[in-house]
Nanobody, 124 residues
Framework: QVQLVESGGGSVQAGGSLRLSCAASGRTFSRNAMGWFRQAPGKEREFVATISVSGDNTYYTESVKGRFTISRDNAKNMVYLQMNSLKPEDTAVYYC?????????????????WGQGTQVTVSS
């Protein structure tokens, strides 16, 4: 079992930066791939980024490549999402998610554990 709590959301102007944090509890954290997803008003939840257990492998959705960076600190049970050059279309509730094992996936259904979400609002 993994419990996740996100923080770091807020309001920022276009071009600004935010760093989201996800605190995980549970003995299996260091054996799970981790991911970030987001859901904008009126839209379906979408994949943002995922990171392997070691942190050596990461994947991003095309729209955030070069702007967002996912990282993790297994010693602290933390996952981060550094978001730079933010755009109004990045506005959404961002969710941290833990995979069921070490496999990387872009599908939300492969992540059984979810945080409560943190709001990110980017104004133009």
């Amino acid at each position: 079992q993994v419990q996740l709590v996100e923080s770091g959301g807020g309001s920022v102007q276009a071009g600004g930066s935010l760093r989201l944090s996800c605190a995980a509890s549970g003995r299996t954290f260091s054996r799970n791939a981790m991911g970030w997803f987001r859901q904008a008003p009126g839209k379906e939840r979408e994949f943002v980024a995922t990171i392997s257990v070691s942190g050596d492998n990461t994947y991003y959705t095309e729209s955030v490549k070069g702007r967002f960076t996912i990282s993790r600190d297994n010693a602290k049970n933390m996952v981060y999402l550094q978001m730079n050059s933010l755009k109004p279309e990045d506005t959404a509730v961002y969710y941290c998610a833990a995979g069921r094992n070490w496999l990387l996936s872009r599908r939300g259904s492969d992540y059984p554990y979810w945080g409560q979400g943190t709001q990110v609002t980017v104004s133009s």
